[in-house]
């Protein structure tokens, strides 16, 4: 695949030293300015602890961001990288103003994507924060996707400032048996609903039926656990976190996604997270036999939140 140079003018970092590097992200050079006074807002601040701007040339592969963004956006804008100590995160610049406008309009919906690149293939290297950690030791509705829920609410903590307000096995819904969702999160003060899945094949290629499959169960899921939470739990509107295998099936998603009916489409805001450097939200790979013991919920854990 055909590499393209991005210039990047703003990241956030967290403990970062040195040149970045990884596997799907490799700093060429990196050099660091003093941040503007305010430049990062406390969302920054918060997530990192400290902000600084930095200029530097990376050479990444091509990204399709999704239809969320608009053709501008996406062609003539670089795209913005958070540097962690344990990921790079990228996204368009426009990305927490965007989604903060698609949670705030309670019609809107939208299909938007990021890339993570995990520093390290193994499970352990990630720095997983305390409402992560939360989902990891406490049980859920049965399935092993302990793993691919605590990535995905360490995610949006990380890029929206997101505060987990309910596990999943807080939720209540009437009638019992309705289908359920993963957790729920306050952003800017708004309760938002989260589903999470997995896009991915094992042999073959990942096709447009596959996608739809995936998509139409998904999203019909979201929809009715939104109308059955009970109303103390409510939410105006949900996420659909796909966490994606490879970067090729972010299109095939999104052109999928299009032509949905807007019944299923609803007013979710559909988020792909390509994680390719990360094997264990995928499979059973990267973990020690600690680990796997823990994401596959062995012992139950009292509730703490």
């Known amino acids: 695949m055909a590499k393209s140079v991005w210039e990047v003018t703003e990241v956030k970092a967290a403990g970062l030293k040195g040149t970045h590097s990884a596997q799907e992200v490799s700093a060429v050079s990196l050099q660091r ?81 990021t890339r993570v690149a995990t520093h390290s293939a193994s499970f352990s290297s990630i720095e997983f924060g305390p409402a992560a950690r939360t989902l990891l030791t406490l049980p859920n509705a049965g399935g092993n996707s302990k793993a691919s829920e605590a990535l995905s609410l360490e995610l949006l903590v990380r890029q929206l400032n997101a505060k987990l307000q309910c596990t999943e096995m807080e939720l209540e819904y009437f009638p019992y048996g309705s289908k359920i969702t993963d957790y729920s999160v306050r952003i800017s003060g708004e309760v938002v609903g989260v589903s999470v899945t997995r896009a991915m094949k094992y042999c073959g290629e990942f096709t447009h039926e596959d996608a739809e499959t995936l998509l139409e169960k998904k999203l019909y899921g979201v929809v009715a656990s939104s109308k059955a939470v009970l109303k103390k739990y409510r939410w105006s509107k949900q996420i659909l976190h796909v966490l994606v295998e490879r970067d090729y099936m972010v299109p095939i998603l999104e052109s999928v996604w299009r032509r949905m009916c807007r019944e299923l489409q609803s007013n979710t805001v559909v988020v792909a997270s390509v994680c390719e450097t990360a094997p264990w939200v995928f499979y059973n790979s990267g973990f020690t036999q600690e680990e796997y013991e823990l994401v596959e919920g062995a012992g139950p854990h009292p509730c703490s939140i």
């Open 33 to 113: 300015q003093a941040a503007p006074r305010g430049a990062a807002g406390n969302t920054s601040e918060s997530i990192a602890g400290k902000s600084s701007v930095f200029t530097a040339a990376l050479s990444v592969p091509p990204f399709h961001y999704g239809s969320g963004f608009s053709e501008r956006r996406r062609t003539k804008r670089p795209p913005a990288l958070a540097l962690f100590a344990d990921m790079t995160v990228a996204h368009p610049v426009a990305f927490r103003s965007d989604m903060a406008y698609k949670l705030e309009c309670v019609e809107e919906n939208g299909f938007l994507a």
